[in-house]
């Protein structure tokens, strides 16, 4: 598993796919200290950890399915194209490890983002001076909810990217799942949580309630019955993908 892995390091050393990830990061977050900028402008209260951590978990639900999709795509598209299934199974590494480290891989990748993520939201925090001690909980929660999504979402394209050599349709599903995730919050809870491209912001620590001529930004904690359904769709979706990618005629 480990010599699986690293050669998914060593393939992807010239594709660009980490340089690729920090550009969308980057722009979602000058996107995000606009935003949060004009807020605190307009009214001191959404100087805040909670409005600060929301917005980042709201932009990741367009953000993130766009680049897991595009993550996903660059690492799996170099087997369609060089052809490389059948000399993969000349060698003792089987289409379930390689399958493996090419999961292990993208969400590696992506976890740099997430964490770098973290790191924005607290050096944009000290920066605007927002009140109170820095909030390592719910950075934590944050971190964790974010991963957890991601894993469903790039096991959930990694499936597909494997399973269709046009990589079209695997960045169609990242564009319609960063389209779902934005729309999600007009849904009824029974509905979005079927959607899991919402989840960024349904295991996120922070909400919104809105109220009758405002809102407030609200600390929503743990739901285990969530946390649970979201760890069975990852271990569907990726037992799901890697039986079915290994039973294809290469």
Same mark, same amino acid.
């Given at each position: ?7 998914? $390091? ?8 980490? +340089?690729?990830?920090?550009? !969308? ?9 606009? #935003?949060? %900028?004009?807020?605190? #402008? ?13 917005? *980042? ?5 367009? !953000? ?15 087997? /369609? ?6 000399? *993969? ?30 790191? !924005?939201?607290? +050096?944009?925090? @000290? $920066? ?12 934590? /929660? ?24 046009? =990589? ?10 960063? !389209? ?9 809870? +029974?509905?979005? /949580? ?5 989840? $960024?912001?349904?295991? +996120? ?7 009758? %001529?405002?809102? #407030?930004?609200?600390? =929503?904690?743990?739901? %285990? ?13 990726? @037992?799901?993908?890697?039986? /079915?990618? %290994?039973?294809?005629?290469?």
């Amino acid at each position: 598993m480990i010599k699986a892995l690293s050669l998914e $390091y060593y393939k992807i050393r010239r594709k660009r796919v980490g +340089g690729m990830l920090t550009l !969308f990061l980057a722009a979602e977050m000058i996107w995000a200290s606009l #935003s949060i %900028s004009i807020s605190i #402008s307009r009214s001191a209260d959404n100087a805040a950890w909670e409005a600060l951590i929301f917005s *980042l978990s709201s932009m990741n639900c367009l !953000f993130l399915p766009i680049i897991s999709a595009i993550v996903v795509s660059r690492i799996c598209d170099m087997e /369609h194209k060089g052809n490389t299934w059948k000399m *993969l199974m000349t060698t003792h590494l089987g289409l379930k490890h390689v399958y493996a480290a090419k999961y292990v891989c993208a969400n590696s990748l992506i976890l740099y983002g997430i964490i770098a993520q973290a790191l !924005f939201i607290t +050096g944009f925090g @000290l $920066y605007k001076s927002i009140p109170g001690p820095l909030p390592l909980p719910l950075l934590l /929660h944050y971190i964790a909810g974010t991963l957890l999504t991601t894993l469903i979402i790039t096991a959930l394209q990694q499936w597909l990217s494997l399973t269709v050599k046009n =990589q079209a349709f695997a960045l169609c599903l990242g564009m319609l799942g960063g !389209f779902i995730g934005t729309a999600a919050s007009l849904f009824p809870a +029974g509905i979005r /949580h079927l959607l899991v491209w919402s989840y $960024y912001m349904d295991l +996120g620590p922070i909400t919104y309630i809105y109220e009758a %001529s405002s809102g #407030s930004y609200v600390q =929503q904690p743990l739901s %285990s019955g969530q946390w649970i359904a979201a760890l069975c769709l990852i271990a569907i979706c990726y @037992l799901a993908g890697n039986a /079915h990618v %290994s039973r294809q005629e290469i």
